[in-house]
């Protein structure tokens, strides 16, 4: 069965500090990955989605990115957090195929608080 | 932009009623509809996935419907417990990858 991890689980960074949240899938081959992130108050907004390695995108302008180094590692980093990142950081994997509508699954999260 | 909406946004019910969560969005041209439970502080479950073919899906106590045209999904919980008790969020897709999340609906199951 597949498995996804996110790690760490919680963070306390200051502001201006640097991010890195890893997220690794275990028992599948080629997954779609995406980064979500859940505000107080806000629903889930997705970040960022990659097909394939070195194929990611963005949803939308931030100060963070996003990196694939392997088939089934997703990292997302950040060079200087702003309060702003602070929030709920969800990684999802997909099965991959053609089209975009295969059901998503969610690793446990990493909560980050900027201070 | 689709918009997702979920009413209502908090539910308190009795142990062993049946319940209905409401999900509605905007652009009726969707790929599929997936409802989920997040328990505090935790990610997110898959509980059903509806192509935007299919009518219906059922997983044990639970029953999701999906009326395309008309912009709707409901959730149906049969004979709730506590252990039920949870945020349930829809979301679907529209086109690309994301998944538009509703702010979801608290559900309180007292004993």
């Known amino acids: 069965s597949q498995t996804i991890h996110q790690w760490p689980a919680t963070l306390v960074q200051p502001v201006g500090s640097p991010l890195s949240l890893e997220c690794t899938v275990e028992?599948?081959?080629?997954?779609?990955l995406y980064w979500y992130r859940q505000a107080a108050g806000r629903g889930l907004q997705l970040l960022f989605y990659s097909i394939g390695i070195d194929q990611i995108s963005s949803e939308v302008p931030q100060n963070l990115s996003a990196s694939r180094p392997q088939d089934r590692q997703f990292i997302l980093s950040s060079k200087k957090l702003l309060l702003s990142d602070s929030g709920f950081y969800l990684c999802a994997w997909s099965p991959r195929t053609g089209m975009s509508y295969n059901e998503q699954f969610f690793g446990p999260g990493t909560r980050l608080t900027v201070l | 932009k689709q918009e997702v909406t979920q009413i209502p946004a908090a539910l308190s019910v009795p142990e062993g009623e049946n319940l209905v969560l409401n999900c509605s969005f905007t652009d009726s041209a969707i790929y599929n509809l997936q409802w989920f439970r997040q328990d505090p502080g935790k990610g997110l479950t898959s509980l059903l996935l509806i192509q935007s073919s299919q009518r219906e899906q059922t997983s044990g106590r639970l029953n999701a419907s999906l009326d395309k045209s008309s912009g709707r999904s409901t959730l149906y919980i049969a004979a709730s417990q506590p252990g039920d008790s949870a945020t349930y969020l829809c979301a679907v897709t529209a086109s690309g990858y994301a998944l538009n999340f509703g702010k979801g609906t608290s559900l309180l199951v007292t004993p």
């Open positions: 028992g599948t081959s080629n997954p779609n």
